[in-house]
């Protein structure tokens, strides 16, 4: 029964949550993500303790390397959420700015009123702090944004240098951050599409990675017993460390692949 339960709770570990999640993670109070992330890291580090005290030192070793796959996906899973909301938090600020720009307020002052809009909806978001800096910096008759080589491709720095633009070349601000909320807007669909496209070859991916661990488990209930094999001292450990290496190098590998085609 040990080795059913360890290998249904790698499972579980392994399976990445779903979009829902993603959205009720959003109305969640502040403590739960950090709650969520320790329950998450006490369990990858019971996984292999367990595994080890269970089962012998190969089915630990096994179970750190599936366990830093698992840690490695979540830390991806986590960027791709900063970064989608971060676009969220910047359309919604574009969209603030254009409306205060239409009815004549400077461009500082609506670039403050973005920056109060978007605190009050997600506090401590960092196009908010940005916006407020740039505002400040504004006001106070110095550059919007410090030239420091910083990459403003999706960022609040975004806003920053539609603003140097029009102050430099004389070009009216709104036309210019109207231009930037519709190159960011289809780049954000164009990203939906592609993630879209490429869920079926990541589940692909995901499933064939997990089909020796349910080979193993039709194999006990067959009665052949290999986990007595696997996680013996001899040439059955190193099959299942090097079975289970090669496995999480192709999930890796193929996550490179899809992230890659994702990003162009």
Known sequence: MTPILLASAVAVLWWPPSRSEHRLGGIRNSETPTATRHWRVGALLAVPIVAAAALGVPAAIAAVLICATVASRWRRSARARVREQETADLLLALSVMIAELSVGAP?????????????GTRPGSPVSAGLAT????????????AEDGTNGELSWRRVGIAWQ???????????????????????????ARTRAGLAGPRATATVLAGLPVIGVLLGEM?????????????LGGVLLVVGTALSVAGLMWSERITDRVAGQ
Do not use: K, W, Y
Request: net charge negative; proline share 5%; hydrophobic share 50%.
């Open 222 to 234: 067959m009665g052949a017993n290999p986990l007595a094999i696997l996680t013996g001292e001899g």
């Open 107 to 119: 461009p500082a002052r609506a670039c403050a009123s973005a920056a109060v809009e978007l605190d």
């Open 134 to 145: 740039m505002a400040g910096r504004a006001e106070l008759g110095g550059e919007v944004i």
């Open 165 to 191: 633009l029009a102050d430099r070349h004389g070009l009216p601000m709104v036309e210019l951050l109207t231009s930037a909320r519709a190159d960011l807007l289809a780049r954000r669909q164009f990203a």
